[in-house]
Antibody, heavy 123, light 106 residues
Framework: QVQLVQSGAEVKKPGASVKVSCKVS????????MHWVRQAPGKGLEWMGG????????IYAQKFQGRVTMTEDTSTDTAYMELSSLRSEDTAVYYC????????????????WGKGTTVTVSS | DIQMTQSPSSLSASVGDRVTITCRAS??????LNWYQQKPGKAPKLLIY???SLQSGVPSRFSGSGSGTDFTLTISSLQPEDFATYYC????????FGQGTRLEIK
């Protein structure tokens, strides 16, 4: 069964970048479509982007376009999410999640989640 | 972007109650609607996918229904472990989540 192990908590200053990792076990990364979701303190879930299995490309939520980069290292089965130009509003728990799908159309769901990585942005 | 609106935002109920949470999409999303449960300090857990399919290992007291723009998550008989926050999520066009429904003990 798939397990996703995320990197540890980070504290960053405004304007800096952060890179969060998500290591896959039980499957290879090439067998999965990895996505990233964040949750600010006391707030709801916010999708950031991920691999689109239909197009074979990584797609990003418009809100994060130009500031987020999602990459993969298939040699280590590790996915990465890098967010730049950090501001206090980026303080959140960042989750990686693998995308499951059912037959037909746009039937996608996130069935396996990492435990989350807390990123704190503070001067 | 497709907006997802859940109601109510919060709900108080007792063990054994039947509870229904509603999710409305700003446009038709067919049946591309999923439900998650999240407990404090934990990652979300998939409950229902494709509007009405029960994820493996999820108790049968959870059920989902709906298509088009209106969807419901029903818990037939609340158990103590069900008190949590619930989110809907669409995958018809990109991915968006509802704002969440917090289910509290009465």
């Amino acid at each position: 069964q798939v397990q996703l192990v995320q990197s540890g908590a980070e504290v960053k200053k405004p304007g800096a970048s952060v890179k969060v990792s998500c290591k896959v076990s039980g499957y290879t990364l090439t067998e999965l479509s990895m996505h990233w979701v964040r949750q600010a303190p006391g707030k709801g879930l916010e999708w950031m982007g991920g691999f689109d299995p239909e197009d074979g490309e990584t797609i990003y939520a418009q809100k994060f376009q130009g500031r987020v980069t999602m990459t993969e290292d298939t040699s280590t089965d590790t996915a990465y999410m890098e967010l730049s130009s950090l501001r206090s509003e980026d303080t959140a728990v960042y989750y990686c999640a693998s995308l499951g799908y059912c037959s037909g159309g746009s039937c996608y769901y996130m069935d396996v989640w990492g435990k989350g990585t807390t990123v704190t942005v503070s001067s | 972007d497709i907006q997802m609106t859940q109601s109510p935002s919060s709900l108080s109920a007792s063990v054994g109650d039947r509870v229904t949470i509603t999710c409305r999409a700003s446009q038709s999303i067919s049946s591309y609607l999923n439900w998650y449960q999240q407990k404090p300090g934990k990652a979300p857990k998939l409950l229902i996918y494709a509007a009405s399919s029960l994820q493996s290992g999820v108790p049968s007291r959870f059920s989902g229904s709906g298509s088009g723009t209106d969807f419901t998550l029903t818990i037939s008989s609340l158990q103590p472990e069900d008190f949590a926050t619930y989110y809907c999520q669409q995958s018809y066009s990109s991915i968006t989540f509802g704002q969440g429904t917090r289910l509290e003990i009465k």
